[in-house]
């Protein structure tokens, strides 16, 4: 997206009642959900004494969320309110560290996880997972690409980790 688009986008919602709270309330909620459904998924293996499958889940999103956090290190690319210089809706310090979302990659890896024991709540996530990566596009935070880049990166570290090895 270009500098205008971004600009055009969050003063339409900074000019809608309420739209920055809305935005901003969505943003935590939908992370909020997606953490919680996690731990919750996390804590429902070790009631069923399901503990291969907890051990799976925790090796396979905590291998692959390194992973992504090593990539955004090293590829350390601009975010758009840094590039654009524009004042992004969500308040952040970072400059860098803006490739793949980690936000989004979450989400999807752990909508993977859900689809390995409940298919359901796998896709309930990964729809909450699309709507994470549409707001963090909407508030300036990251590129289009970041967000598409951490779905994609969630989707086959899931794959990978839960119907391949």
Do not use: W
């Not at 971004?6 to 920055?20: F, L, Q, V």
């Not at 935005?23 to 459904?37: G, H, W």
């Not at 090593?70 to 860098?96: A, M």
């Amino acid at each position: 997206m270009k500098q205008e688009t971004y600009i055009k986008i969050t003063d339409k919602i900074r000019k809608t009642s309420h739209g920055e709270k809305v935005i901003l309330f969505l943003n935590s909620f939908f992370t909020d959900v997606v953490y919680i459904a996690f731990f919750g998924l996390l804590l429902q293996k070790i009631i069923e004494h399901r503990y291969a499958e907890f051990a799976r889940i925790v090796m396979v999103t905590g291998i692959s969320f390194l992973f992504v956090s090593v990539i955004r290190h090293f590829l350390n690319t601009e975010r758009p309110y840094v590039k654009y210089s524009f004042t992004p809706l969500l308040e952040k310090e970072k400059k860098g560290d803006s490739l793949p979302s980690r936000h989004v990659f979450s989400a999807f890896v752990i909508g993977m996880a859900y689809l390995y024991t409940d298919v359901f709540g796998g896709v309930l996530i990964l729809l909450v997972g699309v709507m994470i990566a549409v707001i963090r596009v909407l508030v300036g935070v990251h590129f289009p690409r970041d967000v598409i880049t951490g779905a994609v990166i969630g989707i086959l570290s899931g794959l990978i980790g839960f119907y391949v090895i």
